[in-house]
């Protein structure tokens, strides 16, 4: 199964649609209007929807997946990036995508 993402409100927002084109289930925080949301409150909407959180915020949701892991709380994957430009985020993004599962990713934090 293709993993599902939930992108995060710093990610290209073109991103999803981008994505959506190539058969991914996508959804992007602005189309759910969550702009402003805690980090917390986004890795649990993931979470709920069973989707992999994708952010360029890594510093903090490095921290997020260090406490899900130490207090054996699950999530259903995070990749992390620092800030690039469109391209070379669809880019990278695709080809790691097209390496791993939805069930892979389960609890895991990739650097992309």
Same mark, same amino acid.
């Given at each position: 199964?293709?993993?599902? $993402?939930? $992108?995060?409100?710093?990610?290209?927002?073109?991103?999803?649609?981008?994505?959506?084109?190539?058969?991914?289930?996508?959804?992007?925080?602005?189309?759910?209007?969550?702009?402003?949301?805690?980090?917390?409150?986004?890795?649990?909407?993931?979470?709920?929807?069973?989707?992999?959180?994708?952010?360029?915020?890594?510093?903090?949701?490095?921290? $997020?997946?260090?406490?899900?892991?130490?207090?054996?709380?699950?999530?259903?994957?995070?990749?992390?990036?620092?800030? $690039?430009?469109?391209?070379?985020?669809?880019?990278?993004?695709?080809?790691?995508?097209?390496?791993?599962?939805?069930?892979?990713?389960?609890?895991?934090?990739?650097?992309?």
């Amino acid at each position: 199964m293709k993993a599902k $993402l939930l $992108l995060d409100e710093d990610v290209h927002f073109g991103l999803a649609n981008a994505l959506r084109k190539r058969g991914y289930d996508v959804i992007h925080t602005q189309e759910l209007d969550r702009k402003g949301q805690s980090d917390l409150n986004q890795l649990l909407l993931a979470r709920q929807d069973t989707r992999c959180l994708f952010t360029f915020n890594v510093k903090d949701f490095v921290i $997020l997946h260090n406490e899900y892991a130490k207090s054996g709380s699950e999530h259903w994957g995070i990749i992390v990036s620092k800030q $690039l430009p469109f391209a070379m985020t669809i880019a990278k993004l695709l080809n790691l995508l097209q390496h791993v599962s939805h069930e892979s990713l389960k609890n895991r934090l990739i650097f992309l």
